[in-house]
Each structure stands twice: as structure tokens, then as C-alpha cells.
T-cell receptor, first 115, second 113 residues
Framework: DTEVTQTPKHLVMGMTNKKSLKCEQH?????MYWYKQKAKKPPELMFV???????INESVPSRFSPECPNSSLLNLHLHALQPEDSALYLC??????????????FGEGSRLTVL | KQEVTQIPAALSVPEGENLVLNCSFT??????LQWFRQDPGKGLTSLLL?????REQTSGRLNASLDKSSGRSTLYIAASQPGDSATYLC????????????FGTGTRLQVTL
């Protein structure tokens, strides 16, 4: 099973709403990632978790709040977003970070629209 | 700073043709290189991973090569099919950057009947 599952697939929210994106993998991977992708652009790294601890934060605004409750789950909490935050949010996982992360596996993404 | 370029940006070929997608990178101190495909509005599907010590990897009709010294990788697709239509992205992991992939801007491939 090389699957990373993301929910919801689509999300529309107002600028004052609070919502969350969820990501789950059961491959025993210990590194998990959030990427943001705008139309016709490559993905941009947002956060990396290693063994449930935040390893990298690419200077992401605090209106995006990641959480890794256990090794299989990764959440992205959203609050007071701006219309320019509308994008495809991709979750990925890999075996680990030590010695390089190896192959990354991505989910199908959550399409976020901020009104 | 690593820069990854993919040429061409778009490509249209008739079904059955063999084709080559190119990926160039400026910093040869890489740990690995990964090729992905992305269908419109979808996530990324991993196609092939090449470690820096490897020269090529094969999976079915796909073959990826790596020439680290010249900063190039190619993805060869044999006997293309309409189902191969997608955007193909290469991504490079530099040594010392822990886990931050640098993506190319992609090649949008259309295989016509």
C-alpha cells in the first residue's frame, strides 16, 4: 500500500472560518510534508515533520498551523486565510529524513478556495 | 541555490512515438532525483527515483537516466499512449538540505490519437 489519503478533496471557506485539512498514511513512514501548489506552478514546501516533530517551517504565515498527532496522521489547521491562499494543498510522506528522505509519496491533494 | 529547468515546457506527440523529457539542474551536489507525473488538478505520482550513485532506473515503458556531472536527467517514454498525457515534474534533493526538494517547472505532455 503506497497510498497517502487526503481529506477533504475540495474545501471552500470564508476569510473568517476555521477549517482543517487531514492527511493519513499507513506505510510506516516517519516523515510527512505539506506542500502548496498554485496553478501551473511546481509545489512549494511548507512544513516537514520527522518522527512527529516539526523539522522544517518554510516561513509559513501563522494562519497555517500544522499538527502531527501520531506517525500516521498530519493535519493543517487553517484560520483567517486570504484569497491568495487558494491553492492545491498536497501532503506527502517518506520513510524518514536520516540519510535523505528517499522516495516521496504524495496524496491527491485538497483543493482550497478562500472567498 | 539549486535551479531546475525542464525543457520543453509543452510537448504534443502522436500515439506510439518514443519521447524524451529533459531536466537540468545547476548544482551537482545532489542526493537523489525523482520523476513525478501529475494529472490536472490531482496529486503527484512518483514514477522513478534515481540515487546520486545510479546512472539509470527503469519501470515498464519508462527509463530515467542521470548524469550528475553535467547536471542532467532524462525521462524516456517508449511507445507513448494517450494515457501518458500529463505534466511531468522532476525534483532534486541536494545534499545538506535535509528534505527540501527543488522542483522543475514541468513538461506538459499530450499524446494524441
Amino acid at each position: 500500500d503506497t497510498e497517502v489519503t487526503q481529506t477533504p478533496k475540495h474545501l471552500v471557506m470564508g476569510m473568517t472560518n476555521k477549517k482543517s485539512l487531514k492527511c493519513e498514511q499507513h506505510m510506516g513512514h516517519r516523515a510527512m510534508y505539506w506542500y502548496k501548489q498554485k496553478a501551473k506552478k511546481p509545489p512549494e514546501l511548507m512544513f516537514v515533520y520527522s518522527y512527529e516533530k516539526l523539522s522544517i517551517n518554510e516561513s509559513v504565515p501563522s494562519r497555517f498551523s500544522p499538527e502531527c498527532p501520531n506517525s500516521s496522521l498530519l493535519n493543517l489547521h487553517l484560520h483567517a486565510l486570504q484569497p491568495e491562499d487558494s491553492a492545491l494543498y498536497l501532503c506527502a510522506s517518506s520513510l524518514g529524513l536520516a540519510g535523505g528522505p528517499g522516495e516521496l509519496f504524495f496524496g491527491e491533494g485538497s483543493r482550497l478556495t478562500v472567498l | 541555490k539549486q535551479e531546475v529547468t525542464q525543457i520543453p515546457a509543452a510537448l504534443s506527440v502522436p500515439e506510439g512515438e518514443n519521447l524524451v523529457l529533459n531536466c537540468s539542474f545547476t548544482d551537482s551536489a545532489i542526493y537523489n532525483l525523482q520523476w513525478f507525473r501529475q494529472d490536472p488538478g490531482k496529486g503527484l505520482t512518483s514514477l522513478l527515483l534515481i540515487q546520486s550513485s545510479q546512472r539509470e532506473q527503469t519501470s515498464g515503458r519508462l527509463n530515467a537516466s542521470l548524469d550528475k556531472s553535467s547536471g542532467r536527467s532524462t525521462l524516456y517514454i517508449a511507445a507513448s499512449q494517450p494515457g501518458d498525457s500529463a505534466t511531468y515534474l522532476c525534483a532534486v534533493l541536494n545534499t545538506g538540505t535535509a528534505s527540501k526538494l527543488t522542483f522543475g517547472t514541468g513538461t506538459r505532455l499530450q499524446v494524441t490519437l
